[in-house]
């Protein structure tokens, strides 16, 4: 009985002193007497203590200030080449070199292993590109991709065999995770990286939806 009285007394100083954080402010004899025990070595006193408390969160804050660095520098390098691309697209003179321009900056400027544009309609001076394929919009081979193309949304991730083997054929075995895109009314490009983590479920979609509306944008000047 002892024992549980004095558990539930030392919940209710420890409650006493988080409502009144000014304590021991008042009796610093108190403060410098306390002890906080550690996981390894002799115990601490207890301004030793909030001493190495504050190092740790102040490490843990410049880390997560590291983190947002690399991140918003990251972004603003994808800022300026999606702008770059849109600029590439708005300066060719055919639907063919525009397609060309797409493949080429997915390829070199944001790595992809494997580039791959299918098209709804057949697109002139690109009957022997590898990385292009014409099909249909009614076609069944594409009834696999029918709620990704209804939907008008970037996919990232590990995609189903069946989408895997019309997308990427004999060389479908090299990719490991791909990001699709879909161009409205046009049809559909799909990256393909050779590294599983490249691409993945829930990663941010912002560059990717504005190059697939850049792409549908400068297409239509062609009728496309």
Request: aromatic share 6%; charged share 25%; hydrophobic share 45%.
């Amino acid at each position: 009985m002892s024992d549980v009285q004095e558990k539930l007394g030392a919940h209710e100083v420890a409650a006493w002193l988080r409502r009144h954080p000014q304590f021991l402010k008042q009796f610093p004899d108190l403060a410098l007497s306390l002890v906080v025990p550690r996981d390894e070595g002799p115990a601490a006193s207890l301004a030793s203590y909030q001493l190495e408390v504050l190092r740790d969160k102040n490490r843990e804050l410049a880390r997560r200030l590291q983190d947002l660095f690399a991140n918003a520098q990251e972004n603003e390098r994808l800022a300026v080449r999606t702008h770059q691309l849109t600029l590439a697209l708005m300066k060719q003179h055919s639907a063919a070199d525009t397609l060309r321009a797409m493949a080429a900056t997915l390829a070199e400027d944001f790595n992809g292993d494997l580039v791959r544009i299918v098209t709804f309609a057949p697109v002139p001076g690109l009957e022997d590109a590898e990385w292009l394929q014409h099909i249909a919009a009614d076609d069944a081979r594409l009834h696999p991709f029918r709620d990704f193309i209804a939907g008008n949304e970037p996919l990232c991730g590990r995609l189903q065999p069946e989408k895997h083997a019309l997308l990427y054929g004999v060389r479908a075995e090299e990719v490991q995770s791909s990001a699709l895109l879909p161009v409205a009314g046009v049809g559909l490009v799909a990256v393909g990286s050779r590294d599983p983590n490249r691409f993945f479920p829930g990663m941010g979609t912002l560059f990717l939806r504005m190059m697939c509306e850049a792409l549908g944008v400068a297409l239509r000047r062609y009728g496309s």
